[in-house]
């Protein structure tokens, strides 16, 4: 079966889909499997880390191929928001023994699968912060739903996070110089963004933004272009206004 065809099949109500989904519901969470398709085509995923669409290699196609595109051998890249480390494993892999992955991940679950996944991919060339980052150093709360695998900074969370800057590690030297940064921290990218603004005025990496919401989306619009940047969609095609799937690059 091909990677188009199990997509189809997990996503949508069609009678592939009907028969797959059974045993897929069955697994348990715990199972340990290789992933099937795409860039990360044999690394090792754990079930219950997420959508049944990493272990299938289909979780968001467009996104693995464009990054996996601008990538190579010797790069120093960042994965804000690395869940429980799919793209993580794909930046590791993409950049070779040569280069290095700094993953964040606040959330303590998330975190955790993320570790696990490092572990049974024997990834050496990663570095995994506990951190959220933000446009501040200091303590915040952390919000997770219940069955979850988002989270965001929030007042009213329950779980209390440490917090830095991209400027703060890169002046502290645990950040090296980066080549290009992904992005997705539902909701707190501009923060993020305003973090790091030395960092990225100096260094010039390109940038994978996934933003959540309008007026978080025009503020981080308005801020790369502000650090002179050029602001497209992920697909090159579609107005930057009518997705929240961005691309910034030096002009």
Known sequence: MTASLLHRAVTRDHWIGRGLRWPLDRLSVNAVLPVLSGPLFLRRWIVGAGLHRCWLGTYEREKQRALSKILSR????????????????????????EGHVHAFEP???????????????KVSN????????????????????????????????????????????????????????????????AGALRGGERLLRRFRPTLFLATHGVETHRECCRLLRSFG??????DGNTRVEETDELIASNR
Not at 107 to 121: E, I, T, V, Y
Not at 229 to 234: C, D, G, H, K, N
């Open 74 to 97: 010797g790069m120093v890249v960042c994965d804000i928001g690395a869940n429980t480390g799919f793209y993580t494993l794909l930046m590791s892999r993409r950049v070779g023994r």
């Open 107 to 121: 959330s303590p679950g998330n975190l955790a699968f993320l570790r696990q996944h490092m572990a049974l991919n």
């Open 126 to 189: 990663a570095t995994v912060h506990g951190e959220a980052l933000s446009d501040g150093v200091g303590q915040a709360f952390f919000d997770t739903s219940p069955g979850s695998y988002q989270g965001r900074l929030d007042p009213k969370g329950r779980t209390p996070v440490s917090v830095t800057t991209l400027d703060h590690l890169w002046e502290q030297g645990a950040l090296p110089p980066v080549d290009l940064l992904k992005i997705d921290i539902e909701g707190a990218e």
């Open 229 to 234: 940047y050029r602001v497209q969609s992920l």
